[in-house]
């Protein structure tokens, strides 16, 4: 009968793959839900057998991951999947779970979890997409800070996943902080090419650094992208509005016009598209206008064809301050504060009187055209 006895102890052992700590630990949550000496004991576990990864498992999964957890804590079961993975990867095989588990799948079917791997692949999108929507619900409320944290411990969760990244270079873009917010915004692209708003501010931390030619390509990129989304007006708008800002500024005005024109079309009751489309025909205005008149000074001396071409530079001065113009009364007809309005339309009132000023120029030089026939 002892022998009987002792075989069978032994037997109990040999089959036991587990240890005294992590049983305890199992026990005090599954059933006494004593999530203090859980945590106290799995810790335990890890120490008495460092090959065995169900400790940290168990520990990342349902300690520190489960919703019910009073100790829920997404940084550390991050850590302790991450600890879990590099226990498992000792020998080279992968460690089985206690039991396996039936679990459904995005297309509608189900899958059987074997492996402690298989199982952190599985639930770590999960613990992600918990802890990523936790993050923006802390942004709503003004916690950037907070939500900045959370932001980084869903990497933990999926270091491959865009969002995460995008999430973080707008926050710490948002922050002044350019260096992070580059190297963010460079690894969501290299995984997903699509986030307009990531090559925006690529583009904005350009400018700030007066790189006006990058500015301009990551700008374009930006726009470029947005349309390839199908994104909303909204979004197109501030695009092309930046982008529009960069070309103005790199002395590419034509181009920034017609991208002018394309942004009114899509929101014609924006007062700040105008004035700024107003602003850059009156800046064209003054340099065509310098531009011409130097030729003014010298009419004596210029040929009929000379003449001719002085006065096609008039006359395309006269077009800008029309369109100029036209603008500033739209600013006018739609800004509500009166004395706004009133300001728009004084500057109306300025162009007004300078096209009858390059009228009584033109006039000057069809005069001398007739006297060199």
Known sequence: MKILLYLFALLLVSCSTTSVEYRTATTS?????????AEEYALKALDVDTNDALPAYFLAMEVYGSSSSPKKDYKKAASYFAKALEIDALDGENQKLESSKIVPTSDGGQKELKTIKAAIEYYSYNLWAESFNEGISLISEGK??????????????????????????????????????????????????????LWSIKGSIANEKNDQILAEEMFRKAYSVALENKETAENLSGHMSRLFDILFKNDKKSEALLLSERLIESDPENIDLYRNAGAVYQNILNDSFIGASDGLMNMNTLNEME??????????????AQKARENFLMCSELELDEI?????????KKLKNRIKEINRIIKKINKKLDESE
Not at 310 to 316: A, G, I, M, T
Request: charged letters at 30%; a negative charge.
């Open 307 to 320: 003449l001719e071409n002085l006065k096609v530079q008039f006359e395309d001065c006269i077009n800008m």
């Open 29 to 37: 949550l599954r059933n006494d839900r004593d999530y203090n000496k």
């Open 340 to 348: 706004e309005s009133e300001i728009y339309y004084e500057e109306s």
């Open 144 to 197: 950037n800070d907070k939500a900045l944290e959370l932001f980084l411990v869903a990497v933990d969760f999926q270091p491959k996943e865009p969002k995460s990244y995008n999430a973080l270079a707008t926050l710490y873009y948002e922050s002044g902080d350019y260096i992070n917010a580059l190297q963010m915004s460079d690894k969501a692209l290299s995984i997903d090419p699509s986030f307009s708003t």
